[in-house]
C-alpha cells in the first residue's frame, strides 16, 4: 500500500457512481460503495488509506464537487481555521472513509468533501 501522503473525500450525494474514479486512481484505493446515495446511485468510497493525493480522480471525475481531494494532509490538517470560533486549529481524521474530521478548537466535526466551506491558513 502507498504512503497516505494525500487523502481524499466523496460527497456521496454529489456522486453518480459512474466510476471514471475508481478506474483512474494508480493505487486503487477508490471502490463503489455497497449503499445508495438518495439518488439512487452507489457512490465512490476511499478505502481509508494508501492516497498519494496525486489528483487523478479528481480530474476524472465529471460532477463538480464530488471529489476533494488533500495533496498534504498532514499540511492541511494543521492548517485549519476554526469555522466557529475563525481562530487557527488543528484538524483530526476521525472517519477516513467518510472523510469526517473533528476541530480541535471547537470540538465539531468537519464534513471534508465539503472543501469550498472551509479555510485553512496560508
Ligand atoms: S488523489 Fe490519487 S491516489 Fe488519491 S484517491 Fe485520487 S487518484 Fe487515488
Ligand atoms: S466521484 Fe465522480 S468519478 Fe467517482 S464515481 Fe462519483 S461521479 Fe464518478
Redesign the pocket.
Known amino acids: 500500500m502507498a504512503k497516505s501522503r494525500g487523502l481524499v473525500a466523496?460527497?456521496v450525494e454529489?456522486?453518480?457512481?459512474?466510476?471514471?474514479?475508481?478506474e483512474?486512481c494508480p493505487v486503487n484505493v477508490?471502490h463503489?460503495s455497497e449503499s445508495f446515495n438518495t439518488h439512487g446511485?452507489s457512490?465512490?468510497e476511499y478505502e481509508g488509506e494508501g492516497c498519494t493525493g496525486c489528483g487523478v480522480?479528481y480530474y476524472?471525475?465529471?460532477?463538480p464537487g464530488?471529489?476533494t481531494v488533500f495533496k498534504n494532509w498532514q499540511e492541511a490538517q494543521q492548517a485549519y481555521i476554526c469555522q466557529t470560533s475563525n481562530k487557527p486549529s488543528q484538524l483530526t481524521l476521525v472517519d477516513p472513509i467518510q472523510g469526517i474530521a473533528e476541530c480541535e478548537a471547537c470540538g465539531q466535526q468537519v464534513i471534508l468533501s465539503n472543501f469550498r466551506a472551509l479555510s485553512f491558513a496560508e
Not at 454529489?14 to 475508481?22: D, P
Not at 476524472?60 to 460532477?63: I, L
Open positions: 466523496v460527497n454529489e456522486c453518480k457512481g459512474c466510476k471514471l474514479c475508481v483512474a477508490l463503489l446511485y457512490p465512490a480522480c476524472a471525475c465529471p460532477e464530488a471529489i
